[in-house]
């Protein structure tokens, strides 16, 4: 009779030591995730990992938890595009995020009126007017006791400081409303008026960012160089509300002198942490080095 009995009893402590472990394991149910515009945010799905089908959810979640979804990207970033029809319109605006702002007639991709920025030299003052769209945005003086050749040869020096095109259309609505700042009193938006501010600036260039040097000639505030028409064909980032940060940025001279020089730039937005990257060449017969 017990030696009947033991393969039962061992069964039965087998099943008890099994079953131990997955019982003192629940499923967390409480704590699950959801991937929306590329952020991980807190959702208390009923889901076993961090699910990526957001725009399922916010279609058919309930309305309290597409509130908060809809919160915790505004507050971490934004709202991205293909989120947005979920979002009020008060969640759908910008960040609060204090940053200086853009500069968008220097963008001229998609701008119906481009016109070129003019120095001027002005015989009679002795200086050079710096002029866009019609407007005068600032001027330097000239050595009063140097001759004409000199003078010109300062004017082009500075040539290449100044955006060589502006978006006038841009420009002059800037002008009227006075949004984002107005370009006539403040090229940049940087908060210093234009008769104290040397140079416009259309991107910043943070403390710890790894940025080779420009080669000479080398145009900073070229449409091709700078972020705004590929952030706009980037999918999920846009329009940046804050003037971009230029993060990295590597020069690759050309190799055998006959492929073209390569400047690689990054950009990052400093209020929805997006980044985008930006390549500019030249010919190999330019200055590099």
């Known amino acids: 009779m017990r030696t009947g009995t033991k393969p039962l009893l061992l069964a039965f402590v087998l099943t008890v030591i099994i079953a131990l472990p997955l019982a003192s394991h629940p499923t967390p149910l409480n704590t699950q995730q959801l991937i929306c515009c590329n952020m991980l945010l807190n959702v208390n799905g009923n889901w076993i990992g961090a699910s990526r089908h957001c725009d399922d959810y916010m279609r058919n979640g309930p309305r309290e938890v597409r509130t908060s979804i809809c919160r915790q990207l505004r507050q971490g970033g934004g709202v991205c595009t293909e989120l947005a029809q979920y979002c009020s319109p008060e969640d759908r605006k910008p960040p609060d995020i204090k940053c200086e702002k853009p500069t968008p007639w220097f963008d001229t991709s998609d701008c119906p009126d481009v016109q070129k920025t003019l120095l001027k030299i002005d015989k009679r003052s ?161 200055p590099c080095k």
């Open 126 to 286: 002795a200086s050079v007017n710096i002029t866009m769209c019609g407007s005068v945005v600032g001027s330097f003086w000239l050595p009063r006791n140097s001759g004409p050749e000199v003078w010109e040869r300062i004017r082009a020096e500075n040539e290449p400081y100044w955006p060589r095109q502006v978006c006038c259309t841009k420009f002059r609505q800037a002008v009227r409303s006075g949004m984002p700042c107005n370009p006539r009193k403040d090229l940049d938006c940087d908060g210093k008026p234009n008769d104290a501010d040397n140079r416009p600036e259309e991107y910043r260039i943070p403390a710890d960012a790894s940025i080779d040097r420009f080669p000479p000639n080398f145009n900073v505030l070229d449409p091709d160089f700078l972020p705004h028409s590929t952030g706009r064909a980037s999918k999920g980032v846009g329009d940046c509300p804050c003037k971009w940060e230029l993060v990295t940025g590597k020069l690759i001279c050309s190799p055998d002198g006959k492929q073209p020089h390569e400047y690689r730039a990054t950009f990052r937005c400093p209020s929805t942490k997006a980044e985008v990257s930006t390549v500019k060449t030249a010919p190999a017969t330019a």
